[in-house]
């Protein structure tokens, strides 16, 4: 698992289960991963129903801690107040200059550049912040504390696409894609609340892959196919794009659509930390999954040579070699003069217009760097990189799509 640059994930994630257990067991004898706020606080700052619940979940035990903390001051700073409780988990790790350990924060509006200084809801000390049981506890609780008709959880991270997210260095720790189903599972399970609007602010999370796992908890997402840069996305215009809402009813919809439209407007100001950001309906994974299967089976039954396809794959929009954009890979095959076969190119269109005009409902591309990102990639390598843990993904053993990629790049 490689070393990434800048804004992705290191090392793909070093993760020792051995180390996961042995923290749990030391947890346990003082209380597990409960999570503990301060009640006065909580009654005080809780005591109303709004619109919105957003929760700030930053895993910054690696190292994005600076990065981190800075967003939540930017939050801080336009904090939407009027519509929404905005509850922000730093976990810093064991060394940091502003704190140690996790502390929790109930974001009000400040103005100081430098320093957060909103109301301190509970501190943890040391967590492991890739660890779903932790995670599940976290949402839940301050969900239970903070009345709200809609929840949005934005993860501010590392992130690797379907290999996982949220590396905790201090534990060896990160999350696997199903430790994340299996954590928003357990919220969707105490709550009977699916999530309304899952933003990642992470690398490569913008994947058909995370999508489809996680769509039985959540309803729409917001997440980039690209890497990003160490600070992400830009909070200020995101929340002052908030705040112009005044006090209407803003749905899950318009919440995600909001995200994008932030950032691309804070890209045309020079802001160039994010190249590819989109907004996703969860609630039309299955269908998309339909759709991708019909194409795969398609492309195993193909006489089209090997090489055709090959060369279409080299000239598709790609992030970090292994993953490409799906509906780019499905227009050029539909759109080939090379390629007869009236079945896969059939198949292909109908991918393409339905993430395009049904399952994207917002997409942000830098014009000239990304600018055949239609917002969904997928496991699509130029050589035969796969590694055999895909096939345990819930997409690959829903559709076909693993055997078909193998097909495509081993041949057989």
Same mark, same amino acid.
């Given at each position: 698992m490689e070393v990434k640059g800048p804004g992705g994930v290191q090392g793909r994630f070093y993760r020792s289960k051995g180390l996961r257990e042995l923290w749990r067991k030391f947890k346990d004898l003082f209380g597990g991963n409960e999570v503990r706020f301060d009640e006065d606080k909580?009654?005080?700052?809780? $005591?109303?129903?709004?619109?919105?619940?957003?929760?700030?979940?930053?895993? %910054? #035990?690696? &190292? *994005?801690?600076?990065?981190?903390?800075?967003?939540? &001051? #930017?939050?801080?700073?336009?904090?939407?107040? $009027?519509? %929404?409780?905005?509850? %922000?988990? =730093?976990d810093a790790g064991e060394e940091f200059w502003a704190f140690r350990g996790a502390k929790v924060f109930y974001v009000q509006h400040d103005d100081s550049f430098s320093e957060v200084r909103s109301p301190i809801l509970a501190d943890l000390g040391q967590v492991n912040t890739a660890d779903p049981e932790f995670m599940a506890n976290f949402i839940? /609780?301050? =969900?239970?504390?903070?009345?709200?008709?809609?929840?949005?959880?934005i993860f501010s991270s590392h992130?690797?696409?379907?290999?996982?997210?949220?590396?905790?260095?201090?534990? +060896?720790d990160a999350m696997s894609l199903s430790e994340l189903k299996e954590a928003l599972k357990e919220v969707y399970q105490r709550t009977g609340k699916k999530i309304d609007l899952l933003g990642w602010d992470a690398c490569l999370m913008g994947t058909a892959e995370v999508g489809y796992a996680l769509s039985p908890y959540v309803k729409y997402m917001v997440a980039s196919e690209?890497?990003? +840069?160490?600070? +992400?996305?830009?909070?200020?215009q995101i929340m002052d794009s908030l705040n112009s809402q005044g006090?209407?009813?803003?749905?899950?919809?318009?919440?995600?659509?909001?995200?994008?439209?932030?950032?691309a407007k804070s890209a045309k100001y020079g802001y160039n930390q994010v190249e590819t950001l989109s907004a996703v309906s969860l609630e039309k994974a299955d269908e998309l999954a339909k759709k991708l299967d019909a194409f795969a089976k398609a492309l195993l039954e193909t006489k089209t040579p090997r090489k055709k396809l090959l060369y279409l794959i080299a000239s598709t929009e790609s992030f970090d070699y292994e993953f490409s954009d799906i509906a780019d890979f499905a227009k050029k095959i539909a759109e080939s003069e090379e390629i007869k076969d009236e079945k896969l190119?059939?198949?292909?269109?109908? *991918?393409?217009?339905?993430?395009? /005009?049904e399952y994207v409902?917002?997409?942000? $591309?830098?014009?000239?760097? $990304?600018?055949?990102?239609? +917002?969904?990639?997928? /496991?699509?390598?130029?050589?035969?990189?796969?590694?055999?843990s895909y096939a345990r993904t819930d997409l690959a053993k829903t559709t076909h799509w693993d055997e078909a990629v193998r097909k495509i790049t081993r041949g057989y």
């Open positions: 909580v009654k005080f700052y809780g $005591r109303d129903e709004k619109d919105w619940l957003i929760i700030f979940y930053g895993a %910054a #035990d690696n &190292n *994005l801690k600076d990065y981190v903390y800075y967003n939540i &001051n #930017d939050i801080e700073e336009k904090a939407p107040t $009027r519509i %929404a409780h905005t509850v %922000a988990l =730093m839940t /609780e301050t =969900m239970k504390k903070f009345p709200a008709k809609h929840v949005a959880v992130g690797s696409g379907w290999y996982g997210a949220l590396p905790d260095e201090s534990h +060896g690209a890497k990003e +840069g160490m600070y +992400g996305w830009y909070y200020l006090s209407k009813n803003i749905t899950p919809e318009k919440f995600a659509k909001i995200i994008v439209e932030a950032i190119k059939r198949t292909a269109e109908e *991918l393409y217009k339905f993430i395009t /005009e409902i917002a997409n942000y $591309r830098d014009p000239e760097k $990304r600018s055949n990102a239609h +917002g969904v990639s997928i /496991e699509l390598p130029l050589a035969p990189s796969t590694p055999k």
